[in-house]
T-cell receptor, first 115, second 111 residues
Framework: EPEVTQTPSHQVTQMGQEVILRCVPI?????FYWYRQILGQKVEFLVS????????KSEIFDDQFSVERPDGSNFTLKIRSTKLEDSAMYFC?????????????FGPGTRLLVL | GESVGLHLPTLSVQEGDNSIINCAYS??????FIWYKQESGKGPQFIID?????DKRQGQRVTVLLNKTVKHLSLQIAATQPGDSAVYFC??????????FGAGTILRVKS
């Protein structure tokens, strides 16, 4: 069964450093998402991406964040200058072609720890 | 109100019993709802979904009920098994594509 994959599974970084989180969505999906989950809290939407551009973003997704689909398979989230409060699990998700209002399938997540 | 931090509601059930997990949503414009299961250290796993033009949908051992009048969603798990132990989230979409997640409920299955 196809699945969303993410790398790395864990990332430790120093405050102020840049990190890139990587995702490989399910191959025939066209809608891509990043969510985050601070420890013990609910999953929060960050950004959605379709047709090579951001379609929606939350207040969390400020100028320090960016997304990119550099090739036909990868989808990345970059945090330019990490802050302590960026420590969280980051989940990539993808959805099938029909308008995006369908089930989103989540990857296993990257646990980011900012020291 | 919202559950914050580690204070998620917990449902403890005996193995073999049925479980009912509830979720309230506030946006009357929401038209698509999904239940996800999240095991420790893993991403949310799709369980079942329902559209706003339906009030009930059944899957394998799971049933989702939607009451739009009171903006309430429930997940019923039949013959609960130890492998069902996890945190369960409801999620909704109202416009655009983003999912809005509820706070979650911890399900503990006692053998």
């Amino acid at each position: 069964e196809p699945e969303v994959t993410q790398t790395p599974s864990h990332q430790v970084t120093q405050m102020g450093q840049e990190v890139i989180l990587r995702c490989v969505p399910i191959s025939n999906h066209l809608y891509f998402y990043w969510y985050r989950q601070i420890l013990g809290q609910k999953v929060e939407f960050l950004v959605s991406f379709y047709n090579n551009e951001i379609s929606e973003k939350s207040e969390i997704f400020d100028d320090q964040f960016s997304v990119e689909r550099p090739d036909g398979s990868n989808f990345t989230l970059k945090i330019r200058s990490t802050k302590l409060e960026d420590s969280a699990m980051y989940f990539c998700a993808s959805g099938p072609t029909s308008g995006g209002k369908e089930t989103q399938y989540f990857g296993p997540g990257t646990r980011l720890l900012v020291l | 109100g919202e559950s914050v931090g580690l204070h998620l509601p917990t449902l403890s059930v005996q193995e073999g019993d049925n479980s009912i997990i509830n979720c309230a949503y506030s946006n009357s414009a929401s038209d698509y709802f999904i239940w996800y299961k999240q095991e420790s250290g893993k991403g949310p796993q799709f369980i079942i979904d329902i559209r706003s033009n339906m009030d009930k949908r059944q899957g394998q051992r799971v049933t989702v009920l939607l009451n739009k009048t009171v903006k309430h969603l429930s997940l019923q798990i039949a013959a609960t098994q130890p492998g069902d132990s996890a945190v369960y989230f409801c999620a909704e979409t109202s416009y655009g594509n983003k999912l809005v997640f509820g706070a979650g409920t911890i399900l503990r299955v006692k053998s």
